[in-house]
């Protein structure tokens, strides 16, 4: 049996073609702001600064072979907090790119492979039909111990729908019932909206795994489904990289999309505000303190200030302005998690934590008993370093909350309520 | 009161001035034949022409238009050097390359002039060498390859010192210089000097002298009355830039002129080298216009040299021997001189000058010869053949070298202090123990000579403060004498850097000074 | 894809996102100017804390001043052409009061301007003089001038910050000042930083093991210094908490970068402008300006595609060759937004001395922009680039804010100055 090495990567010359001229890597004042700001510091005795510098010197075999590639989320904080604006993250991507399939963390390549083998794009690899299946069994139960909403719809597969709504996978494997506010929410305001049996998935560990080819293949599938649907927008629920997968993706491979990607918070800031989602705090009489967790897939990497602006007032509006506190820093500038670039399922539980250190006193300093985040990998970031580091919060869903204010939510979806909260029902 | 300092008396076999190259080699090539000896500088390792070049090992074709006799010697001591001392030197191959413009004839005879020099230099179509190298001109139209090497001066020096203070009780003083010769009876008695740190005096007496100042030679000799020593100075300058711009030496084919050679010096590229007829060796540094002119010469070779990061220049002086004629210094042969002084009436002192970086050797060995047979030693040269041994205080002047040691180590204890060129605490702590020249209150600039602090993008304005509150911390500093180390440090640095501050290293100066200047005040502290 | 342009307008657009334009955001803010404001807010994460008006009259004096206002003065009769001496010391002074007092308001409380300077200290151990110090920092400079018992504390893993060093260059002065090395709570292993540092102690329970180690450290003292660690959000608060736990005195002394005071104003301003109504598009640099009849268009480009501002007014407050508002090269020295002249040194050969810290500084250090007296930038036949185009900050040309000790002043009081007259402009 032979032993398969790691191609070597010319990370100088990449640097040059893939960055921009004036933010490269030669562009480096060794500040070191980048590794002061990077929760992947110190990891594997690395650091964004470290790396720069390691490419600048020359050592690809090192840089090509580093496990530190694993544990950088790519998540461009180094490049929000650089003064020359230098990206690491897309080289990190090259590196991860660049391991054979077997040296990569199995568990995302894993995830990677499930997504490849239904036309559901699903990282658990849930075919079609059962997704059709799960749906269908859900909506039946609810419209029948929930005589509210015995005409809820899950539409699937309907043509000119306005919105096509996107799923992450752990919802209809692993917690149907979590599914469930969300239609109830797109029935109060009326939406217009549909699933689809093929490419319903919102997750991408093929991006993470550093697999191109496969990236390209799940975002053409996903591509193919909205345009053959009619959809004029693609609506991306709360699921973080789903959304900057996606976008980057239909640039990066310059594919043809007839639709507009929109993100869940921006709606639900705007049915608040145009008062379909009558919403309000009134039900948090005990004061409980929320904060909000800022998915770098979507803010930072993606919408910035304006998106951040909407989960505040959409926080706001569900809590209360007084019962909601910022973490520190915040919007654009927020630390990752760590949950994110599959860290979570690279089974680097260790690196993964000490990476979370930041995220949990970021958390701990608010004081706040919950923490609201539109991001899976968020959420089980931020509960499993709660868990070990001792932590007193609790992380919930949008969805929840909104349907918690709306006096709406079943007794199956509260799963991610404490105490606290259901005594606010 | 105060207390009469003693006078330092020190016994020596012989004493060695200059601890360039050449100085080092002689004092180990000393201590294979058995002979002990003490090497002094007026400042430190490689602070003149050793330190002042392109760290490039001569094939010797570059010479073959003007010097025939140096270059077969630069052949013949090259394929030794790749031999013996393999841990300093870079095999990177060299080439030679015409563009548009240049002599159709001289480059067309460029081969042929190499064989009798036995140098190996074979044509290459301008495709296959922009293959090699894909930043050369498109507008080449004649390419030659030759076997030019890099080999790090600094590395040579400290080890070849390392060695001969192993082999005996060899020693090495820095900042020790000559002020007089006392002569009696045709002979030096002993040479007084001062230590340029402490301000004290100290006689050192041996049995024999050798004058290695290079450029300063002639003045040294002087100081012994000797006035059969005549030079010219020429001097050079070059420029570093951020980052390797080409794997091979890249010289232009074309009798040699300004901004014509592009050596890679590890993890950077040098490029040079002007040559301007100095008379006053101590206020020799780059000005703008040689840096001008070395860059538009140098794109004409590589165009992207003109859009390049530079970090530094520097200036070295070439001591050619008086003879030398001709309109251009470079012309002049680069051979070397070795004086006996019989004719000045002087029986143990020697005079080596002239030559260049890659004869250094041989250079050594028949200094060494003549003094050996002075002493009645009749033990022959082996630097020809014994490998210099590789000590581990000396690696650090390796560029990219200190990085792969220390992620190899893998020890999150070891903080990388340099962050641009990545020198951990562990480097510092072993150079300012065990270094050649290693001393008590050593400057940063003599651990920065010994290691790659400082020879980065920054130029020491980060690692200049954290070096100097690591030791500060280690209890090596005590006072406000690291604080002044400090503020030399970042003077030292900038002498390399004024001249070349534009685009992105304006951004860096600009940051370097509102941190030295602005917060520390370092153009504001009192030096007494 | 499908993408929807962006537009926004404005009164006022500020260019650059150094001390200069975040000061003429908030003296836009205090006069009701509808303003938008764009650049790269890396830069202004270098910034010590300490805001300078005024602390050496280089190239007369190599030493530091003790009355900055007037050196001002002094200045008029060696640099008239200095913008401190273009603006009326009492502006000046509202200025720094108006600057000082919003910080303090967003939680990062500064000791207003007084009439003179105060001596502050170093992570060299050597003291600087400034205007207005943030409140964390303080007590460092009453203790130095009063020689109180004080213990300097730094920290295992943090480079660059020696509290020996501190105390080396310092003992001749402060014969009571003593160090210590102790380990942060909880980062005992590997390289820490200042940053992390700081945030980790905006949690009560990181505070609490910090102040047993501190007050385990103190001994007898009753001050102690430590590098800048008290808090990124809230500093203030930090530090009244560790001194309640401590029972001690605790000041801050700033570290070089990445160190916290800068990434404080960083924060605070990204967080605050915003909220209080400044339409903030940081980490992006205008790709065009263009002055049209009434006023100016703005382009720059992010992920997203194309953004367009419409505003009535500009101040550029770009910055020097750090932030990119000029450029240096080969050739000299030119301002790349719009190619405005740039009074320099007649040749590259001039731009430098021989000694870096020689105390006169550097002549290319006060190369910049021409501005009228209403602080418009000047084109090449000397007339105002734009009636409605005005300049504020270090591109100004005459003055070596570094070697001055005046960065702080000259962005600020420029800033007032310019947004002075934007006000004129739009009324």
């Known amino acids: 049996m032979t032993e398969t090495t790691i191609p070597i990567i010319n990370f100088k010359e990449k640097a040059e073609e893939l960055l921009p001229e004036g933010a490269s890597f030669e562009a480096c004042l060794t500040c070191g702001l980048c590794s002061s700001g990077c929760p992947a510091s110190g990891i594997e005795n690395m650091d964004p600064r470290k790396f720069i510098r390691m490419a600048m010197l020359g050592m690809d075999k090192e840089l090509s072979t580093s496990k530190w590639v694993w544990a950088c989320t790519q998540c461009k904080r180094c490049q929000h907090v650089c003064p020359m604006s230098i990206d690491v993250s897309q080289l990190v991507f090259l590196a991860r790119s660049n391991w054979p399939q077997e040296k990569k963390p199995a568990g995302i390549v894993r995830s990677c492979q499930l997504i490849q083998s239904t036309d559901s794009t699903s990282a658990m690899g849930l075919p079609p039909e059962d997704f059709v299946f799960v749906v269908q069994d859900v909506l039946e139960e609810v419209r029948e111990l929930q005589p509210e909403f015995k005409n809820l719809q899950a539409p699937m597969d309907k043509k000119g729908a306005h919105f096509f709504v996107n799923q992450n996978s752990r919802e209809p494997m692993s917690e149907p019932d979590e599914m469930v506010p969300l239609w109830k929410i797109f029935d109060i305001v009326g939406a217009d909206w549909t699933y689809s049996s093929r490419a319903w998935a919102a997750e991408n560990f093929c991006m993470f795994s550093g697999n191109e080819e496969a990236w390209r293949e799940v975002i053409q599938k996903r591509v193919d489904a909205v345009n053959e649907l009619g959809c004029e927008v693609w609506l991306n629920t709360e699921c973080g990289h789903s959304y900057y997968t996606m976008w980057n993706g239909i640039n990066r491979f310059g594919m043809e999309a007839d639709f507009k990607l929109e993100s869940l918070v921006t709606y639900y800031a705007r049915w608040i505000r145009e008062g379909k989602l009558p919403v309000n705090s009134d039900w948090n009489r005990k004061n409980i303190i929320f904060t909000v967790q800022d998915p770098c897939m979507i803010v930072r990497k993606a919408y910035g200030e304006s998106i951040a602006e909407d989960m505040r007032f959409v926080t706001k509006s569900l809590v209360g302005e007084e019962n909601f506190i910022d973490m520190q820093p915040n919007r654009s500038a927020n630390y990752c998690c760590g949950g994110g670039g599959g860290f979570l399922q690279a089974g680097m539980t260790e690196h993964r934590r000490t990476y979370g250190k930041r995220k949990f006193d970021q958390i701990a300093a608010t004081g706040a008993s919950y923490v609201l985040t539109p991001c899976h990998n968020c959420h089980s970031q931020m509960e499993d370093i709660g868990h070990h580091y001792g932590g007193n919060y609790g992380v919930v869903h949008f969805w929840t909350l909104i349907c918690l204010s709306l006096g709406i939510l079943g007794e199956n979806e509260r799963t991610y309520l404490g105490p606290d909260l259901l005594e606010c029902i | 009161m105060t207390q009469k300092p003693k006078e330092q008396r020190i016994e020596t076999e012989v004493l060695i001035i200059g601890a360039g190259v050449t100085g080092a080699g002689i004092m180990r090539d000393l201590a294979l034949r058995g002979v002990q000896s003490l090497l002094i500088d007026r400042k430190d390792l490689c602070a003149g022409a050793s330190g002042g070049n392109h760290g490039l090992l001569h094939s010797g074709s570059r010479y073959i238009s003007s010097d025939l006799h140096s270059a077969i010697e630069c052949r013949e001591e090259s394929t030794i050097l790749k031999h013996v001392a393999s841990q300093c030197i870079e095999e990177t191959g060299g080439l030679f390359v015409a563009v548009e413009g240049d002599d159709p004839g001289f480059a067309e005879n460029f081969a042929a002039l190499c064989q009798p020099a036995g140098i190996a230099c074979d044509q290459i179509s301008c495709a296959d060498a922009k293959k090699l190298e894909p930043l050369l001109s498109d507008r080449l139209f004649k390419a030659y390859r030759v076997p030019d090497a890099t080999i790090d001066p600094f590395r040579l020096a400290l080890l070849n010192v390392a060695h001969a203070q192993m082999l005996n009780n060899s020693s090495f003083r820095p900042h020790t210089e000559i002020l007089l010769f006392t002569v009696k009876d045709g002979k030096i008695e002993s040479a007084t000097c001062r230590d340029n740190r402490t301000n004290t005096t100290l006689t050192i007496y041996a049995k024999q002298y050798i004058n290695a100042g290079g450029a300063w030679a002639m003045n040294i000799a002087q100081l012994a009355g000797c006035k059969d020593v005549s030079l010219l100075y020429s001097k050079g300058t070059l420029l570093v830039s951020h980052d390797r711009l080409t794997t091979h030496v890249i010289n232009r084919l074309r009798p040699p002129g300004d901004g014509d050679i592009l050596v890679p010096g590890g993890t950077v590229s040098v490029l040079g080298t002007t040559s301007i007829r100095v008379d006053d060796l101590e206020t020799v540094k780059p000005t703008v216009a040689e840096i001008d002119i070395n860059v538009r010469e140098g794109a004409a070779m590589i165009p992207t040299l003109a859009a390049a990061r530079y970090i530094r220049a520097f200036s070295g002086v070439r001591p050619l021997l008086q003879s030398a004629g001709g309109s251009d210094d470079r012309e002049a042969t680069r051979g070397f001189a070795l004086l006996d002084h019989s004719t000045q009436n002087l029986s143990n002192f020697s005079t080596i000058t002239g030559g260049k970086l890659t004869t250094y050797r041989l250079m050594a060995e028949k200094t060494c010869d003549l003094v050996a047979e002075r002493l009645n030693n009749s033990e022959p040269c082996q630097t020809h053949i014994t490998p210099l041994p590789d000590e581990e205080s000396c690696k650090w002047t390796e560029p990219g070298a200190s990085p792969k040691y220390w992620y190899k180590a893998n020890d999150p204890e070891d903080m990388i202090l340099c962050e641009c060129e990545m020198v951990p605490q562990s480097a510092i702590d072993e150079i300012v123990k065990d270094a050649p020249g290693a001393e008590k209150e050593m400057t940063l600039k003599a651990i920065a000579l010994r290691s790659r602090a400082g020879k980065g993008p920054c130029q020491g304005s980060f690692c200049g403060i954290r070096i100097a509150s690591y030791l500060y911390d280690q209890g090596h500093y005590h006072d406000t004498t690291g604080l002044i180390h400090m503020r030399d440090f970042f003077n030292e640095r900038f002498k390399g850097t004024r001249t070349v501050t534009w685009g992105l290293q304006a951004a860096q100066m600009e940051l370097a000074e509102a941190l030295h200047c602005g917060l520390l005040g370092l153009d504001n502290i009192n030096d007494d | ?427």
């Not at chain 3, 550097?362 to 922009?369: L, Q, Y």
């Open chain 3, 1 to 427: 894809m499908i993408e929807e342009d962006r537009n926004f307008t404005a009164e006022l657009a500020v260019i650059g996102t150094g001390l200069a334009g975040f000061a003429a955001s908030i003296f836009a803010l205090k006069r009701d100017i509808k303003t938008a404001q764009i650049g790269n807010t890396g830069a202004v994460a270098y910034t010590t804390g300490y805001l300078d008006l005024l602390g050496s009259l280089s190239p007369d004096y190599p030493s530091s001043i003790e009355d900055p206002w007037q050196g001002i003065e002094q200045l008029k009769d060696s640099h008239p052409g200095h913008p401190l001496c273009r603006i009326p010391k009492t502006d000046i002074f509202t200025a720094f009061e108006q600057f000082t007092s919003f910080l303090g308001e967003c939680g990062i409380t500064y000791t207003p301007p007084e009439k003179s300077n105060i001596r502050v200290l170093t992570p060299a151990g050597t003291l600087k003089p400034t205007l207005c110090v943030p409140s964390t920092m303080k007590v460092g400079s009453t203790a130095f001038s009063q020689k109180e018992p004080c213990v300097i504390i730094d920290f295992k893993g943090l480079k660059g910050f020696s509290s020996r060093q501190v105390v080396a260059n310092l003992k001749d002065k402060w014969p009571k000042l003593s160090s210590r090395r102790v380990e942060f709570p909880d980062m005992a292993s590997g390289e820490i930083y200042p940053e992390v540092m700081a945030r980790s102690l905006e949690v009560p329970a990181t505070r609490e093991k910090l102040a047993k180690i501190l007050v385990e450290a103190a001994e007898d003292a009753k001050i102690i210094g430590l590098p800048a660690i008290l808090g990124m959000h809230t500093p203030d608060l930090v530090r009244e908490k560790m001194e309640q736990l401590t029972g001690l005195q605790i000041f801050e002394i700033p570290t070089m970068p990445p160190s916290v005071p800068g990434i404080r104003l960083r924060e605070m301003f990204e967080q605050l402008l915003p909220q209080k109504g400044v339409i903030l598009i940081p980490q992006q640099k205008v790709d065009k300006l263009v002055f049209i009849e009434d006023g100016a268009q703005l382009s720059l480009s992010d992920s997203f595609g194309p953004i367009t501002i419409h505003s009535k007014s500009v101040i550029l407050a770009t910055g020097r060759f750090l932030s990119g508002g000029l450029e240096a090269s080969i050739d000299g020295v030119s301002e790349p937004l719009l190619n405005l002249p740039v009074t320099q040194p007649a040749s590259r050969r001039k731009w430098y001395r021989e000694k870096y810290t020689d105390y006169r500084g550097h002549s290319v250090n006060s190369a910049g922009i021409e501005v009228d007296s209403s602080f418009r930038p000047l084109d090449s036949r000397g007339q105002p680039y734009s009636k409605n185009l005005f300049a504020a900050g270090v591109i100004l040309a005459h003055q070596d804010w570094i070697r001055g000790r005046c960065g702080a002043g000259v962005a600020i009081a420029t800033a007032y100055k310019a947004v002075e007259e934007v006000e004129k402009l739009l009324t």
